[in-house]
């Protein structure tokens, strides 16, 4: 056998002849990830110009509010918790009827998702991602009247400034109750069409009456991005308690 013919040989029965690994033991330890590790001077000085960045684009003012707005609940409304129903509404709308040639009733929210109040002052982007930290989307819910009678009980029952759009008259006794969408009457035979989100559609904060719809449809828009948008549209937030909420 000549001498190439060994060495091809050679690696030949090397490359067959497999080794098998067998795990022995694992070891770990923990490391502790707190202010006593001292920072990397090379990842500091890549990451600060994406901070500096980010902290402009969440600092720069959008609009103005002369008044601090709050969910504080007055007569079961709120400041803030009406203008984020009506600015969804404004915002949501125009998709809305783009894609099925009709127009959303109302919009209701849960008092709960809003998550902070907004100062007097200049308004932020911050304050937006505050205001709505989660990725929640916009849905439109058709209901029966039904579902709409299950919706205004929930309502009256849980006694919050849950955010309603400024179309909704809801006069509130100790006994009853009428109600208005858009100025006229509630009509138990119709369907009507509510804006809220993905999360309160699938039965969040107990708001059952929101599953099962005769429709759903889609916005595919964020109401984070619905509330940066209206505070890039509009100079000077103005909202109020109204009429939408009467309590008698």
């Given at each position: ?131 709505m930290p989660f990725d929640n989307e916009f849905v439109v819910a058709t209901l029966t009247g039904d579902k709409i009678t299950e919706l205004v009980t929930y309502f009256i029952k849980n006694k919050k400034a849950h955010p309603l759009s400024k179309s909704i008259n809801l006069t509130i ?76």
């Amino acid at each position: 056998m000549k001498l190439y013919q060994f060495i091809i040989f050679f690696l030949l029965l090397s490359s067959c002849n497999k080794t098998e690994k067998h795990l022995d033991k694992i070891t770990a330890k923990t490391i502790v990830i707190d202010s006593t590790i001292a920072p990397s001077v090379k990842i500091e000085n890549m990451i600060t110009p994406y901070k500096e960045k980010l902290t402009g684009d969440m600092q720069e003012a959008l609009t103005y509010t002369s008044i601090p707005l709050t969910k504080k609940s007055i007569a079961m409304q709120s400041t803030l918790g009406n203008l984020l129903a009506d600015m969804c509404l404004e915002m949501g709308n125009p998709i809305f009827k783009e894609e099925t040639n009709t127009s959303i009733d109302f919009s209701m929210f849960n008092n709960g998702g809003i998550r902070a109040t907004i100062p007097s002052g200049n308004i932020t982007k911050e304050h937006a991602f505050k205001l709505m930290p989660f990725d929640n989307e916009f849905v439109v819910a058709t209901l029966t009247g039904d579902k709409i009678t299950e919706l205004v009980t929930y309502f009256i029952k849980n006694k919050k400034a849950h955010p309603l759009s400024k179309s909704i008259n809801l006069t509130i006794t100790d006994t009853d109750y009428t109600l208005k969408i858009k100025g006229k009457a509630f009509d138990k035979n119709k369907t009507y069409n509510v804006l809220t989100t993905d999360y309160l559609q699938g039965g969040g904060d107990k708001m059952n009456f929101f599953k099962k719809p005769v429709k759903l449809t889609k916005l595919d828009y964020k109401m984070r991005d619905a509330i940066i948008d209206y505070f890039k549209k509009v100079d000077t937030l103005k909202t109020g308690i109204d009429n939408r909420v009467t309590i008698k």
